[in-house]
Structure formats: C-alpha cells, structure tokens
C-alpha cells in the first residue's frame, strides 16, 4: 500500500527500442568497465627506487678474495632497506576510451536496460522526504535489488529520502555514469531526465 504523501503513479516502462539496439561488442562494455574501474584509483601508493633511499653508494665490500657474493651499493633492491625495483609511484596517467566509444556503450548498455524492461519513467517523485515513504512508494512499484532514481536536478527531499535506503542512489542526469547504469537492476527517471538521456547518446 502506498505511503501517505506519496503520488500514487505507477510507472511507466519505456519502449524497447527507446535507446536503439543493444548489439555492440561485449569487448566495448568491458572496456569501459575497466577504464572506470581504472580511472577510480587514487593512485597515492609510492616507493622509494635506489636512488631516493637513504644509503651510501659506496661499494660494501672489494669484489675478490672475501667468498661472498659481490656487492654494489646498500641501496639495492636486492638488500633489506635497499630501493624497490619497478614499485607504485603516484602520477600516473588516466585510462581513457575515446569520446564515441563512451557514447556507444553507454548507448548500448541503456538499450539493453530498456530491452529487459528495467527503465522506467515516473510522472512524480512524490512529495515526502521521509524515508519510510520512500521506501513504501519503491515497495508499492516492486522495485527491489539496487535502484537508480534519475533527474535533471533531483530536489532536497529526493534526496534525502532515499539516502538512507540501502541499495538506493539519487543521480543527476548530466552525471549519471556508465558504472552507475550498469549495476543499477531499476532504474526510474523523470520524462526530462529520459529525454536529456536521448540527446546525451544520441538516441
């Protein structure tokens, strides 16, 4: 049963062929997973080479006559406190796909949302920040698993009332990301947040 406060809509299903056909190469998706999930790291990790480690450079011992191996510097990698060989050091440079790639497969990966009817469009977000009624209006629609609420400027109490729902997120259209689309099982979106998804791919 629906919540007090809350529009009492169903929502509406896009048509399959809304965002056009799905058929691109799985290699494209997964890219673009890779690139994301790439492009997330914050990339701090660092170690010092032999160079930067603070030890002498000069040679530990006289090549011959000892019995041991011969040894350089105490710098090196191959000593305890010596300088890693090949280690993380921060700066690296971003993954990147080219711009009508990222548009293609978020293109393709939206068609084959809507081809397994999991896009819907809702006339109203109702009026109600608690979460409780937001919770009760997802339950009233069957939406379970994890849901995507989509808008072009989602308001205050949108927000808030789905924030503390698990496995409920609040996007802005112009934001929405090619991960965001592509874990989401639902995904509801305002007419305009739909039609600005259309102009964004192409569609």
Known sequence: MAAANVA???????????????????????RMLTVHAANQ?????????????????????RQKGTG?????????????????????????SRARMNKRERKEAV??????????????????????????????????RGLSGRVL?????????LRRSARNIPNVDVARVDTLSFYEIAVADHIVASQAALDALQDRVGA
């Open 107 to 140: 293109r393709a990966l939206l068609a084959g949302k809507a081809a397994d009817a999991c896009i819907r469009v809702a006339a109203s977000w109702g009026d109600s920040p608690k979460t409780r009624d937001r919770a009760a209006w997802l339950a009233a």
């Open 41 to 61: 790291r914050q990339a701090t990790a660092n170690t010092k080479s032999r160079g930067q480690v603070a030890a002498s450079t000069a040679k530990l011992y």
């Open 68 to 92: 041991r191996a011969r040894a350089g510097s105490a710098g090196s990698p191959v000593r305890r406190g010596g300088g890693v060989a090949f280690g993380p050091t921060p700066g690296r």
């Open 149 to 157: 609420l989509v808008d072009i400027e989602p308001t205050e109490d």
């Open 8 to 30: 009492p809509d169903t929502l509406a299903p896009v048509p399959s062929d809304c965002f056009g056909s799905a058929d691109v190469p799985a290699e494209m998706l997964k």
